[in-house]
């Protein structure tokens, strides 16, 4: 059974940080590609960020110089470090795997299993 938990989320002030790590259990993690997704009241799912099985990463331009996503195989997880946070950041954000995973995989219907989510709340 797969299960992807995430953490580390909570309410943050602008311009702060905040470390999302997503702990997998279930898949041959060292295969897989991981993803960041977050999704605000009102919109749909968007990508924050993914990182392949051999470390290659892709970045919503939004995000980028930011944010950081890397991946701990040792440890079956996955990491978004999040700095300059904005309120537009604000959302609830996913953790994603893809059992196959050699490749930037960037839209939701590319990844296998999700995370319940964690929130993200940056204040003005």
């Known amino acids: 059974q797969v299960q992807l938990v995430e953490s580390g989320g909570g309410l943050v002030q602008a311009g702060g940080s905040l470390r999302l790590s997503c702990a997998a259990s279930g898949v041959i993690f060292d295969l897989s590609a991981m993803g960041w997704y977050r999704q605000a009241p009102g919109k749909q799912r968007e990508l924050v960020a993914v990182?392949?099985?051999?470390?290659?990463?892709n970045y919503a331009d939004s995000v980028k110089g930011r944010f950081t996503i890397s991946r701990d195989n040792a440890k079956s997880t996955v990491y978004l470090r999040m700095n300059s946070l904005k309120p537009e950041d604000t959302a609830v954000y996913y953790c994603?795997?893809?059992?196959?995973?050699?490749?930037?995989?960037?839209?939701?219907?590319?990844?296998?299993?999700w995370g319940q989510g964690t929130q993200v709340t940056v204040s003005s």
């Open positions: 994603a795997a893809r059992r196959e995973g050699g490749y930037v995989y960037t839209t939701v219907p590319d990844y296998d299993y």
């Open positions: 990182i392949t099985s051999d470390g290659s990463t």
